[in-house]
């Protein structure tokens, strides 16, 4: 089965600084990847997904995230956070051998410091 | 096009009850999958559906169970109710199901409370 790690469960940053978010899975068959972000009292909403095309993905308000096989990572980024940005943020990977059921990391919550 | 819909958005219930909650997909959507959100555990796969078939199951007790309807929408029913229960439940819609990079296009949720 698959797992994901998300290794820092809160993150704080000032407003207008980068914006990490890291997130390593374990697979043994090229992964779909994705990043959700829930803001509160709300679903979970798509960010950008990997899905072995370009290694750098793109996404919406600004972020992308890069996929790296030998680190087994797919970390989000972002150049300059906003406020609006503070919310739940999920990696989530979905795994073929198990009929693509999805399975989420632990969630990171980010502040951002004005 | 409307969005995936979930009713009730809040519910309170006691130990021992049962409680149904509703999820309507985007429309055409086949597939429905539901997941269980605490804080402790983040979020759990429960079980996914597809054309009124379940086709993946995660490891909960066999008190949590789910459906499936001809238009798609999707109930899930808990039954004997545990105060560990209590959680966020998500219900997420794709066009397919089995297919890697389909995207899956979560509710709003429904935040069940067991006292």
């Known amino acids: 089965a698959q797992s994901v790690t998300q290794l820092g469960s809160h993150v704080s940053v000032s407003e207008g600084a980068l914006v990490l978010l890291r997130c390593n899975y374990s697979?043994?068959?090229?992964?779909?990847l994705f990043w959700y972000v829930q803001y509160p009292n709300q679903g979970l909403q798509l960010l950008l997904k990997?899905?072995?095309?370009?290694?750098l993905v793109k996404g919406i308000n600004g972020f992308e995230a890069e996929f790296k096989k030998s680190e087994t990572s797919f970390h989000l980024t972002k150049p300059s956070a906003h406020m609006s940005d503070a919310a739940e943020y999920f990696c989530a990977v979905s795994d073929p051998s198990t009929g693509n059921q999805f399975y989420f990391g632990t969630g990171t919550s980010l502040t951002v410091i004005p | 096009k409307a969005g995936v819909t979930q009713t009730p958005r809040y519910l309170i219930k006691t130990r021992g009850q049962q409680v149904t909650l509703s999820c309507s997909p985007i429309s055409g959507h086949r597939s429905v999958s539901w997941y269980q959100q605490t804080p402790g555990q983040g979020l759990q796969f429960l079980f996914e559906?597809?054309?009124?078939?379940?086709?993946n199951k995660g490891n909960f007790p066999g008190r949590f169970s789910g459906r499936q309807f001809s238009n798609s929408r999707s109930e899930m029913n808990v039954s004997t109710l545990e105060l560990g229960d209590s959680a966020l439940y998500l219900c997420?819609?794709?066009?397919?199901?089995?297919?890697?990079?389909?995207?899956?296009?979560f509710g709003p949720g429904t935040r069940l409370l067991v006292l």
């Open positions: 990997y899905t072995s095309a370009a290694t």
């Open positions: 697979s043994s068959v090229p992964p779909y």
């Open positions: 559906y597809f054309s009124e078939t379940q086709r």
């Open positions: 997420a819609s794709s066009l397919v199901a089995g297919s890697p990079e389909e995207i899956q296009y």
